[in-house]
């Protein structure tokens, strides 16, 4: 296939040193032929090349706009670049930049797996590389099965270009995906083994995702086989925790402390990291969105260098308006304002969700004792610079001068409630910084999510993080398994599930023993109280950002009713079509051998 065949300038890795993230040396290929898998360091580069085009994706731009905007978590920023992915004007010629990377990543896979049977290996060595293989195959299938439908399936390493191609059946495609996975998952490592360090694909990781597979082509066929056997691996994997050295933090927010990336909770990785010889950045670099760069800090990072003005007022209409110099200064450790997306607290004016908004009236509703809001999102800035506000000052409403102190005092903060004499008083106290509660929320300023913050990108905090971007953790497990034990129609068993990431959210540090134990009987529901709307809100406290939501709203059949229910720029436009997203158009274009490559309905 023209468009699929592996003619690319493609890096690939002679030989690893201590993980996935440690590659040693480079051998750009203008052509992978056939000889090139004859020796152990082919194989192995073949792999590493695939870990490496990952990175191409998760964490950049286009594909975090695919995975978010346009759901019921996100809406656009005042940046927004992904307005496609409201589904207004969304087509083959704006989307799919996964596809040939996907589709290139799959047959150096098959190439791997047609020539590595007889390298000269120790057997043991030789059946870890091979279900290395077949996990990053089955990883990327699943990844375009869920979002093109049928697609070209491909078990031979093609090295004659075609310019014929066809579609293959989702069921044909998913019988690969879960054979891959299944044997995968029977002969990888249960910890990370050398030379695969890191987060690289383990038993663990392989049967998470085998689970996956399975609960999603089960919400396909309405297959209940599917939803049991889903079910179990989540319960075996949970039961084996201890021998996969893997197990959730007692603290929601240490999940997302960088030096946690690498922890218990992870597990598995994109990873990033700032020597030249291993990736894509340079320091100083102006980092873009492309490039294989991590940028996942910023996007959702709103403008607070430009927007927070010491002596910003409600307008007559209602609005935020920032006036006066501005409180802040960019830094490292409140980031880049990138402002593409922000979370979706528009209340609805109409309909069933009238005076409502997702993100606080849908998602994190008990704020209270749930830690997983603002362990997600900032709400206090502190001072970074000394701003001197006169008493006379243009708009400023609280007759007294002075100058914040760096490093004391709060610049900006951003209450999940209503504060009387917002946003330069509390109530009839004035505030040396700026109060903004929801109501004045917008587009450029909001509560900006803090998971990936880098801070140690220090002086050049405008470079790209070399943070791993964490594809899965082992709360996913439990989510993951309740989901399925909800379609196999054990609630009870759902709840037990989900109950144990609830009461670990319930967990502060800041708690007493005794508040700890309240908070977590707080959070714990019953049988009862398992819908699949409960899931998908479940997950969207636990996951919210972390590339999952377009994917889980459309494995639950739920895309179009909870867009339509909540996000106010994309319910306008959202279609049972959008279930898929269109083939990129380079495809149909250069397949113009046999039959026109299809595209899919409504595009």
């Not at 990370?192 to 396909?220: D, I, S």
């Not at 158009?585 to 113009?592: G, H, Y």
Request: aromatic fraction near 12%; hydrophobic fraction near 40%.
């Amino acid at each position: 296939m023209k468009n699929i065949k592996f003619l690319l300038i493609i890096a690939f890795i002679a030989t690893l040193g201590t993980g996935c993230d440690k590659i040693l040396e480079e051998h750009p290929q203008s052509q992978v032929v056939p000889s090139f898998f004859n020796s152990p360091s082919g194989v192995l580069g073949g792999i590493a090349g695939v870990y490496n085009d990952i990175r191409s994706q998760w964490g950049t731009e286009g594909f975090t706009n695919e995975m978010q905007v346009g759901t019921d978590e996100f809406l656009l920023g005042a940046s927004g670049s992904g307005a496609v992915f409201t589904y207004n004007g969304l087509n083959g010629s704006n989307f799919g930049s996964a596809w040939g990377v996907a589709f290139q990543d799959i047959n150096t896979i098959n190439g791997v797996l047609q020539y590595g049977k007889t390298i000269d290996l120790p057997e043991a060595t030789r059946k870890q590389y091979l279900a290395q293989a077949k996990f990053l195959r089955g990883f990327w299938y699943f990844y375009l099965v869920q979002t093109f439908g049928d697609v070209p399936l491909h078990t031979e390493f093609i090295t004659v270009a075609s310019q014929a191609a066809k579609r293959d059946p989702v069921a044909e495609v998913y019988k690969l995906i879960i054979q891959d996975l299944t044997e995968a998952a029977a002969d990888l490592p249960n910890t990370p083994t050398a030379p695969f360090l890191g987060k690289a694909a383990t038993k663990p990781v392989a049967q998470l995702l085998l689970a996956k597979a399975l609960l999603t082509r089960g919400w396909l066929n309405n297959t209940a086989a599917d939803f049991t056997q889903a079910a179990t691996i989540c319960s075996d994997i949970i039961a084996n925790k201890s021998t996969y050295g893997l197990d959730l933090w007692a603290d929601y927010g240490d999940a997302f402390v960088p030096a946690n990336d690498y922890g218990k909770e992870t597990m598995f990785v994109s990873d990033h990291v700032l020597d030249a010889k291993y990736g894509y950045y340079s320091v100083g670099g102006a980092a873009s969105g492309g490039a294989a760069q991590n940028l996942s800090p910023w996007f959702t990072n709103w403008n607070y260098p430009n927007n927070s003005g010491i002596n910003s007022v409600v307008t007559s209409s209602g609005t935020f308006s920032s006036s006066g110099t501005s409180l802040m200064v960019r830094d490292a450790q409140y980031g880049r304002p990138y402002i593409r997306m922000r979370p979706n607290s528009d209340k609805w004016t109409t309909g069933t969700n009238s005076g409502k908004n997702y993100f606080l009236d849908q998602a994190f509703t008990k704020r209270d004792v749930d830690s997983r809001f603002a362990n997600s999102f900032y709400q206090i800035y502190i001072s970074n610079v000394a701003v001197t506000n006169t008493a006379t000052a243009t708009n400023n409403k609280r007759g007294i001068g002075y100058t914040t102190v760096v490093g004391q005092d709060t610049a900006i903060w951003l209450p999940d409630f209503e504060v009387p004499g917002a946003p330069q008083m509390v109530g009839t106290r004035p505030f040396k910084g700026i109060v903004v509660p929801p109501s004045m929320w917008n587009n450029g300023i909001f509560p900006a999510l803090k998971k990936f913050m880098d801070p140690s990108r220090g002086a050049n905090f405008n470079d790209p993080s070399t943070r791993p971007c964490v594809l899965y953790r082992f709360s996913d497990v439990y989510m993951t398994g309740a989901e399925a034990y909800f379609k196999a129609g054990d609630n009870a068993k759902a709840a037990e599930l989900i109950n144990v990431v609830r009461k670990r959210a319930a967990f502060r540090k800041t708690n007493t023993t005794a508040q700890n134990t309240d908070a977590a009987t707080a959070m714990t529901i019953t049988a009862a109280d398992v819908t699949l709307d409960f899931i998908l809100d479940e997950r969207s406290r636990e996951f919210f950002g972390e590339w999952q939501r377009w994917h889980d709203l459309v494995r639950t059949r739920s895309l179009v009713r909870r867009v339509q229910a909540w996000n106010k720029e994309a319910a306008p436009y959202v279609k049972d079509f959008h279930m898929l997203r269109p083939i990129p158009q380079s495809q149909i274009d250069r397949t113009v051998e046999g039959p026109p490559f299809p595209q899919n309905p409504g595009y």
